[in-house]
C-alpha cells in the first residue's frame, strides 16, 4: 500500500499563489491515479484535480480549472498542485488521494473510489 502526506498548505492572502506537495512512501507511486480533494468547514469533500499515472493527463473541477495545475514526478513520489489567484472561497483542507485503477468522468471525481488518503493540509484564504 501508498502513504501519502501532504505539505504546502498555509495562510495567504487572495491573489496569492500557494503549491502543495503530496509525497508518497510505500508502494509503486508510479502505478497510483492521483487526485487532488479539498473540504471546507461544514461542507462535503469535493474534487479538485486529477493526474493520470503514465500519461499525466490532468483534469479539473470547473471552479480551478483556469486557476489550478496538478504535476507529477515520479521519480521522487510526489504530486503537485499548483493554486494560483487563490479566494476565500479556496479555503479548505486539502487532501491527496491514490486510486490503482483508471477512473472516467465522473467516478475521478467520487472519494469512495479511491484507495488510499493523506492526513490533508490547511489553506486559509484571507480577503
Known amino acids: 500500500q501508498v502513504q501519502l502526506v501532504e505539505s504546502g498548505g498555509g495562510l495567504v492572502q487572495a491573489g496569492d499563489s500557494l503549491r502543495l506537495s503530496c509525497a508518497a512512501s510505500r508502494g509503486t507511486f508510479s502505478t497510483y491515479y492521483i487526485g487532488w480533494f479539498r473540504q471546507a468547514p461544514g461542507k462535503e469533500r469535493e474534487f479538485v484535480a486529477y493526474?493520470?499515472?503514465?500519461?499525466?493527463?490532468?483534469y479539473y473541477a470547473d471552479s480551478v480549472k483556469d486557476r489550478f495545475s496538478i504535476s507529477r514526478d515520479n521519480a521522487n513520489n510526489t504530486v503537485y498542485l499548483q493554486m494560483r489567484s487563490l479566494t476565500p472561497e479556496d479555503t479548505a483542507v486539502y487532501y491527496c488521494?491514490?486510486?490503482?485503477?483508471?477512473?472516467?468522468?465522473?467516478?475521478?471525481?467520487?472519494?469512495?473510489?479511491?484507495?488510499?488518503w493523506g492526513q490533508g493540509t490547511q489553506v486559509t484564504v484571507s480577503s
Open positions: 493526474i493520470t499515472r503514465d500519461t499525466y493527463s490532468s
Open positions: 488521494a491514490a486510486d490503482p485503477i483508471y477512473r472516467g468522468s465522473p467516478h475521478r471525481a467520487r472519494p469512495e473510489k479511491y484507495e488510499y
